[in-house]
């Protein structure tokens, strides 16, 4: 199993660009999630799904986008990119409800830096 | 509200020593877990450990050990004879609710050095 990927692994954009990170797991997981890491602030949640077709907002959605239209994929969309997005993004997944379904899979990050 | 707090922004130790990290959450759920990970400088999140509520039970796994609380809202990770490879950001973490909902709430971290 590759686990939790995320691309890409690093993006500039400027003011106002719009673009998608992508996440995608192939361990069937059920729930899926994005993440924002800025300094000193731990990681806060943007978007979360709980299945395909279903996603809700975490914490800090403003100015992000999400869809889940396949159990393996959930990409997140800015649509137009502001300096105060400039962060690191981690995708994560886990099973909805067995034994194993509080631990949280990331994947490796993207950093993203608006200029 | 729901929070957790680690109120050590950095530790600096030398290697061999002990080092404990401070972690203090906020719920009003009576289920609840309770998650440690590890981000060395390479950037990826590493679990490390899982806790829920109903269970006080201190855990050792090698050189790290974990002490659970409720009274004073506490799950503090130390780890014993630290070495170099222990230098990374810890962060604890919290979910809250009898099933998993898959959100996490994350303290702010605690950046540890070990020096040689």
């Known amino acids: 199993n590759a686990g939790v990927t995320q691309t890409p692994k690093f993006q500039v954009l400027k003011t106002g660009q719009s673009m998608t990170l992508q996440c995608a797991q192939d361990m069937n997981h059920e729930y899926m999630s994005w993440y924002r890491q800025d300094p000193g602030m731990g990681l806060r949640l943007i978007h979360y799904?709980?299945?395909?077709?279903?996603?809700d907002q975490g914490e800090v959605p403003n100015g992000y986008n999400v869809s889940r239209s396949t159990t393996e994929d959930f990409p997140l969309r800015l649509l137009s990119a502001a300096p105060s997005q400039t962060s690191v993004y981690f995708c994560?997944?886990?099973?909805?409800?067995?034994?194993?379904?509080?631990?949280?899979?990331f994947g490796p990050g993207t950093r993203l830096t608006v200029t | 509200a729901q929070k957790v707090t680690q109120a050590q922004t950095e530790i600096s130790v030398v290697e061999k020593e002990d080092v404990t990290l401070d972690c203090v959450y906020e719920?009003?759920?009576?289920?609840?877990?309770l998650f440690w990970y590890k981000q060395p400088p390479s950037g990826e999140l590493v679990f490390l450990i899982r806790r829920n509520s109903f269970d006080e039970q201190n855990e050792i796994s090698g050189r790290y050990s974990w002490n659970f609380q409720k009274s004073t809202s506490s799950f503090n990770f130390t780890i014993t004879a630290s070495q170099v490879v222990d230098s990374a950001v810890y962060f604890c973490?919290?979910?809250?609710?009898?099933?998993?909902?898959?959100?996490?709430?994350f303290g702010q971290g605690t950046t540890l050095q070990v020096k040689p």
């Open positions: 973490a919290l979910s809250t609710g009898s099933s998993n909902t898959g959100k996490l709430i």
């Open positions: 994560a997944s886990s099973y909805r409800a067995d034994a194993r379904s509080y631990e949280q899979y």
């Open positions: 799904s709980v299945g395909a077709g279903i996603t």
């Open positions: 719920t009003r759920d009576t289920t609840y877990y």
